[in-house]
């Protein structure tokens, strides 16, 4: 069955450190895979997205990830993160067709 | 643009009570879907619709929930009767097309107690 798995449920980082929160999918040849975040009390918000070509994307408030097939993985990364980034973040995926699934999410805190 | 509008915002009731959620996608968005977030969870698909036609259902409760979407425009999501377990966020997403970018709500969190 389609799945994304997210291994990490809680990251801590400083502010101003690096953060990549990683994400697992098991899809056939051609999956459609985005990143979301959710603070607390709103609904989920658009990172960024793969459908295809490059494998580096590009997102908003500074996060990229990395489509890498041999190893089934769609990793976010942020090269310094702030405060502001704490929240819950989701990787959902999905095939043309078929329903989008999310994976259980990572929470994300930034200590000062 | 406005973004996908949903009430009411938080919803308190006891098992066996009903209740009403309303969500107003972005307009021009055809593709509409309704979501179930439970505590520790992603989300999980309740029903999308197309339009004013159901695509897939097949993670709805239908004995206890119903969905429509008349005009194929505002939809509403409906719990009847209610279980503790229904507690949860519910979340309405809406997207132009298909299953790309979709956009999504502030939830509407319930408590079932």
């Known amino acids: 069955a389609q799945s994304v798995t997210q291994p990490d449920i809680h990251i801590t980082v400083s502010e101003g450190a690096s953060l990549e929160l990683r994400c697992n999918y098991s899809?056939?040849?051609?999956?459609?895979l985005f990143w979301y975040v959710q603070s607390p009390g709103q609904g989920l918000q658009l990172l960024l997205k793969?459908?295809?070509?490059?494998?580096l994307v590009q997102g908003i408030k500074g996060f990229e990830a990395e489509f890498k097939r041999s190893q089934s993985s769609f990793n976010l990364r942020k090269p310094s993160v702030h405060w502001s980034d704490a929240a819950e973040y989701f990787c959902?995926?999905?095939?043309?067709?078929?329903?989008?699934?999310f994976g259980a999410g990572t929470i994300l805190r930034v200590k000062s | 643009e406005a973004g996908v509008a949903q009430s009411p915002r938080y919803k308190i009731i006891e098992k066996r009570q009903s209740v009403a959620f309303w969500c107003n996608p972005i307009?021009?968005?055809?593709?509409l879907y309704w979501y179930q977030q439970i505590l520790g969870q992603g989300p999980k698909l309740l029903i999308q619709?197309?339009?004013?036609?159901?695509?897939?259902d097949s993670q709805l409760p239908k004995d206890r929930f119903s969905a429509e979407r008349l005009k194929g425009v505002d939809s509403t999501l409906k719990i009847q009767p209610a279980k503790l377990e229904d507690s949860a966020v519910y979340l309405c997403?809406?997207?132009?097309?298909?299953?790309?970018?979709?956009?999504f709500g502030p939830g509407t969190r319930l408590t079932v107690t």
């Open positions: 619709f197309q339009n004013n036609g159901v695509v897939d």
């Open positions: 997403a809406s997207s132009l097309q298909g299953w790309y970018e979709q956009y």
């Open positions: 899809y056939g040849a051609t999956p459609y």
């Open positions: 793969y459908f295809s070509g490059d494998t």
């Open positions: 959902a995926g999905t095939e043309y067709g078929n329903k989008l699934v």
């Open positions: 307009s021009g968005h055809a593709t």
